[in-house]
């Protein structure tokens, strides 16, 4: 198994920049020099996008900023000891000690066994008191391999990191591995309180078993036995019910859905982001005791598996807005893949077929075959083998298309009452389509679905009706509910306010259309691939199921937002080619790779950039993304695909017209952006040259 760390990985005593991402772009590249990923700025985009939803400063001045990126070929390890701390979010100060963990997507169970390991060993202070007075880049490595029991030899100093209880990297007591079972402090006697707990982080590689381990040594001195469950990379056991049943409460340290939830119902708790159970460990336990003495304290609802989690991890603290915000984008999210598939089969559809296989499609699919083909077709299609395969394929779209509402309200329903909202939903946002009431129908029957799924969660039920709660009597019930509102309440008038709107759109013209296009173009570069990008792109995707001929408007909003949506990765390519001076060579590098980006609407090519210097790089973006928005309303370019940039130039009318929309923006963003870096708050450039590294 190749190493997971290697001297050509280790900085010591180097300043790495100022910033967290100054600091994780350094030994991203550490790991791409070493053959380890194929690119820097991919690997960099990943680990900040990590590092955006939650800080990987630990207490101890200890920062790992992790990610499982397709860049990465092979498991790694990078460490910096900085000569100038950074600050990476921890409460009690910067970090001078810090590990960049890059795992693939597919990565092995072992190599992520030995990862979690390493984020183990890193909360204990005799093994980071090694690592600090390690002298060579060599006595760190063989610290860490030893750390992770792959060296039988150490430095001086190791023996230190091993520590009494048999190993800097052991597991702590009473935490559960795949295959394992409870170590010391595995039972609890007399009045011993007991606590189970589940950690996990979205990539499940690091705070999710250093958050375990903190809690069981807070356990520990409080003399509470805790049972912690880790769900993450490495595998994970369930902890036994008997366990569970024995509880006095629960912990979820989590910044993902629970898995199984339902296990733990009528157990009082208390839930926060992974992060707090490393940092506060001991306050979370109290917390759960305090709430488990409390009659009226919150108890984990019956009959549902994740229902109360949230994406942010942090139930009973996430306000209404952010909470409405976060089950909104949770269906668009889910959404989005059949609206993108589906658009781009009906684009395939009219390239083969011609753009009148709309007349055709039903009658050609259901007449004709592969040996069959048909007779009748558009003069615009390819012939008798491109019009039956063109309406094979704009049918198939047609189809997917269909399921954006419904999907877009299922999934609402699932945010809000996990797996017995989903059935609701999806009929609830039947119902808006059926009635006409569309992407407004569809956001109100999911969250009416969603709410009255996780109330009827709520409702005490005798235990031989609990197992038909989430499969049966919830959605059945839900269903009646949230699809009788829509059909004799909420449909007509919502139906109404979407016809309205449709018919606005379809009479704007002139100015009002180029201030639409305005408002879109800020919408996608003020965040790029954030939530007001998503917003906007959902607004213009919704369109395009009520989109046609005799109603081009969503056409026209498509287009526009495809276009703002390129400008970003696109001008900072142009940037970095006109402006050698004020661009490291990092970041030339990023620009190679944001023409491709840029050309196929990955709006996201411009995330190292904006990273790097945000009040240039975004006010930049959204010029140009807002004179992008402008022409192309102004010109009346229509696209029939959601997706894909230039490489779907035979969905888009105008086609000259959209690349001379785009260009202007991307030539008005690249020169604000030089001129922002070279005249506003003028910082010269990070060095091309690499950082000295400590012998």
Same mark, same amino acid.
């Given at each position: +198994?190749?190493?997971?760390?290697?001297?050509?990985?280790?900085?010591?005593?180097?300043?790495?920049?100022?910033?967290?991402?100054?600091?994780?772009?350094?030994?991203?590249?550490?790991?791409?020099?070493?053959?380890?990923?194929?690119?820097?700025?991919? $690997?960099?985009?990943?680990?900040?996008?990590?590092?955006?939803?939650?800080? @990987?400063?630990?207490?101890?001045?200890?920062?790992?900023?992790?990610?499982?990126?397709?860049?990465? @070929?092979?498991?790694?390890? #990078? +460490?910096?000891?900085?000569?100038?701390?950074?600050?990476?979010?921890?409460?009690?100060?910067?970090?001078?000690?810090?590990?960049? !963990?890059?795992?693939?997507?597919?990565?092995? %169970?072992?190599?992520?066994?030995?990862?979690?390991?390493?984020?183990?060993?890193?909360?204990?202070?005799?093994?980071?008191?090694?690592?600090?007075?390690?002298?060579?880049?060599?006595?760190?490595?063989?610290?860490?391999?030893?750390?992770?029991?792959?060296? =039988?030899?150490?430095?001086?100093?190791?023996?230190?990191? #091993?520590?009494?209880?048999?190993?800097?990297?052991?597991?702590?007591?009473?935490?559960?591995?795949?295959?394992?079972?409870?170590?010391?402090?595995?039972?609890?006697?007399?009045?011993?309180?007991?606590?189970?707990?589940?950690?996990?982080?979205?990539?499940?590689?690091?705070?999710?078993?250093?958050?375990?381990?903190?809690?069981?040594?807070?356990?520990?001195?409080?003399?509470?036995?805790? %049972?912690?469950?880790? %769900?993450?990379?490495?595998?994970? @056991?369930?902890?036994?019910?008997?366990?569970?049943?024995?509880?006095?409460?629960?912990?979820?340290?989590?910044?993902?859905?629970?898995?199984?939830?339902?296990?733990?119902?009528?157990?009082?708790?208390?839930?926060?982001?992974?992060?707090?159970?490393?940092?506060?460990?001991?306050?979370?336990?109290?917390?759960?005791?305090?709430?488990?003495?409390?009659?009226?304290?919150?108890?984990?609802?019956?009959?549902? *598996?994740?229902?109360?989690?949230?994406?942010?991890?942090?139930?009973?603290?996430?306000?209404?807005? #952010?909470?409405?915000?976060?089950?909104? $984008?949770?269906?668009?999210?889910?959404? !989005?893949?059949?609206?993108?598939?589906?658009?781009?089969?009906?684009?395939?559809?009219?390239?083969?077929?011609?753009?009148?296989?709309?007349?055709?499609?039903?009658?050609?699919?259901?007449?004709? /075959?592969?040996?069959?083909?048909? =007779?009748?077709?558009?003069?615009?299609?390819?012939?008798?083998?491109?019009?039956?395969?063109?309406?094979?394929?704009?049918?198939?779209? #047609?189809?997917?298309?269909?399921? $954006?509402?419904?999907?877009?309200?299922?999934?609402?329903?699932?945010?809000?009452?996990?797996?017995?909202?989903?059935?609701?939903?999806?009929?609830?946002?039947?119902?808006?389509?059926?009635?006409?009431?569309?992407?407004?129908?569809?956001?109100?029957?999911?969250?009416?679905?969603?709410?009255?799924?996780?109330?009827?969660? @709520?409702?005490?039920?005798?235990?031989?009706?609990?197992?038909?709660?989430?499969?049966?009597?919830?959605?059945? !019930?839900?269903?009646?509910? *949230?699809?009788?509102?829509?059909?004799?309440?909420?449909?007509?008038?919502?139906?109404?306010?979407?016809?309205?709107?449709?018919?606005?759109? =379809?009479?704007?013209?002139?100015?009002?259309?180029?201030?639409?296009?305005?408002?879109?173009?800020?919408?996608?570069?003020?965040?790029?691939?954030?939530?007001?990008?998503?917003?906007?792109?959902?607004?213009?995707?919704?369109?395009?199921?009520?989109?046609?001929?005799?109603?081009?408007?969503?056409?026209?909003?498509?287009?526009?937002?495809?276009?703002?949506?390129?400008?970003?990765?696109?001008?900072?390519?142009?940037?970095?080619?006109?402006?050698?001076? /004020?661009?490291?060579?990092?970041?030339?590098? /990023?620009?190679?790779?944001?023409?491709?980006?840029?050309?196929?609407?990955?709006?996201?090519?411009?995330?190292? &950039?904006?990273?790097?210097?945000?009040?240039?790089?975004?006010?930049?973006?959204?010029?140009?993304?807002?004179?992008?928005?402008?022409?192309?309303?102004?010109? /009346?370019?229509?696209?029939?695909?959601?997706?894909?940039?230039?490489?779907? &130039?035979?969905?888009?009318?105008?086609?000259?017209?959209?690349?001379?929309?785009?260009?202007?923006?991307?030539?008005?963003?690249?020169? *604000?952006?030089?001129?922002?870096?070279?005249?506003?708050?003028?910082?010269?450039?990070?060095?091309?040259?690499?950082?000295?590294?400590?012998?």
């Amino acid at each position: +198994m190749t190493e997971l760390i290697a001297p050509e990985l280790v900085v010591l005593d180097a300043s790495l920049g100022s910033s967290p991402a100054d600091v994780i772009r350094h030994l991203a590249g550490l790991v791409a020099d070493t053959g380890r990923a194929t690119e820097v700025d991919g $690997l960099f985009a990943d680990a900040w996008a990590r590092e955006q939803k939650t800080a @990987t400063g630990v207490p101890g001045g200890i920062a790992i900023p992790h990610c499982r990126s397709a860049a990465v @070929t092979e498991p790694s390890l #990078a +460490m910096a000891r900085l000569s100038q701390k950074v600050g990476f979010g921890a409460k009690d100060g910067d970090a001078d000690l810090v590990f960049f !963990i890059a795992a693939p997507e597919g990565a092995d %169970q072992e190599h992520l066994k030995l990862l979690a390991k390493l984020a183990r060993s890193l909360i204990k202070k005799d093994f980071t008191a090694a690592l600090r007075a390690a002298a060579t880049r060599e006595d760190v490595v063989a610290l860490v391999n030893d750390a992770l029991g792959l060296t =039988t030899t150490a430095p001086a100093h190791a023996g230190a990191a #091993a520590g009494a209880d048999g190993g800097a990297a052991g597991v702590a007591s009473g935490v559960r591995e795949a295959g394992g079972s409870p170590a010391v402090g595995g039972s609890a006697g007399g009045n011993q309180k007991r606590i189970v707990a589940v950690t996990a982080c979205p990539t499940g590689i690091a705070h999710t078993y250093m958050a375990a381990d903190s809690l069981v040594a807070a356990g520990k001195e409080k003399g509470i036995d805790v %049972q912690v469950e880790t %769900q993450g990379s490495a595998g994970s @056991t369930p902890l036994p019910q008997s366990v569970i049943d024995a509880a006095d409460a629960v912990v979820f340290a989590v910044d993902v859905d629970v898995r199984d939830k339902e296990r733990f119902a009528g157990k009082a708790y208390v839930q926060s982001p992974v992060k707090r159970g490393i940092d506060e460990p001991g306050v979370m336990l109290d917390e759960a005791l305090a709430v488990a003495a409390d009659p009226s304290g919150r108890r984990i609802a019956r009959g549902t *598996a994740g229902a109360a989690s949230s994406a942010s991890g942090a139930e009973g603290r996430e306000s209404g807005g #952010a909470k409405l915000k976060r089950v909104l $984008l949770t269906g668009v999210s889910y959404m !989005i893949p059949f609206v993108a598939g589906g658009g781009l089969l009906i684009a395939l559809g009219f390239l083969l077929g011609g753009f009148d296989i709309t007349k055709y499609a039903d009658t050609i699919v259901v007449k004709n /075959n592969l040996f069959s083909l048909p =007779t009748e077709f558009g003069p615009q299609a390819l012939g008798p083998l491109g019009a039956y395969l063109g309406a094979v394929l704009f049918k198939i779209g #047609a189809l997917s298309m269909g399921f $954006l509402v419904p999907a877009l309200a299922g999934y609402i329903g699932y945010a809000l009452a996990d797996r017995p909202g989903i059935a609701p939903g999806f009929v609830a946002g039947a119902v808006a389509s059926f009635m006409g009431a569309g992407f407004l129908g569809g956001i109100v029957g999911g969250l009416l679905a969603g709410y009255t799924a996780h109330w009827l969660a @709520t409702l005490p039920a005798p235990r031989w009706l609990r197992g038909l709660m989430p499969v049966a009597i919830i959605p059945l !019930i839900a269903s009646i509910i *949230a699809s009788g509102l829509m059909f004799v309440v909420l449909g007509g008038p919502i139906a109404f306010v979407t016809k309205a709107l449709n018919d606005w759109l =379809t009479g704007m013209s002139g100015a009002a259309a180029v201030i639409l296009g305005i408002i879109l173009g800020l919408m996608m570069c003020f965040d790029l691939g954030g939530p007001v990008n998503k917003v906007a792109y959902a607004f213009a995707v919704a369109g395009l199921s009520a989109a046609s001929e005799a109603n081009p408007a969503p056409y026209h909003i498509m287009a526009a937002v495809m276009a703002a949506g390129m400008v970003p990765p696109l001008a900072m390519a142009l940037a970095t080619v006109l402006d050698h001076r /004020n661009f490291n060579a990092t970041e030339h590098e /990023n620009g190679k790779a944001a023409w491709l980006l840029g050309a196929s609407f990955i709006s996201e090519g411009a995330i190292p &950039f904006a990273a790097a210097d945000p009040l240039r790089v975004i006010p930049a973006s959204m010029l140009g993304g807002a004179l992008t928005g402008a022409l192309s309303m102004a010109f /009346n370019v229509s696209s029939k695909a959601p997706h894909g940039g230039i490489f779907v &130039f035979f969905a888009i009318d105008n086609f000259f017209l959209w690349v001379v929309s785009i260009a202007a923006g991307v030539v008005v963003t690249a020169l *604000a952006t030089i001129a922002l870096k070279r005249y506003v708050g003028k910082k010269a450039p990070e060095a091309a040259e690499p950082v000295p590294v400590a012998a």
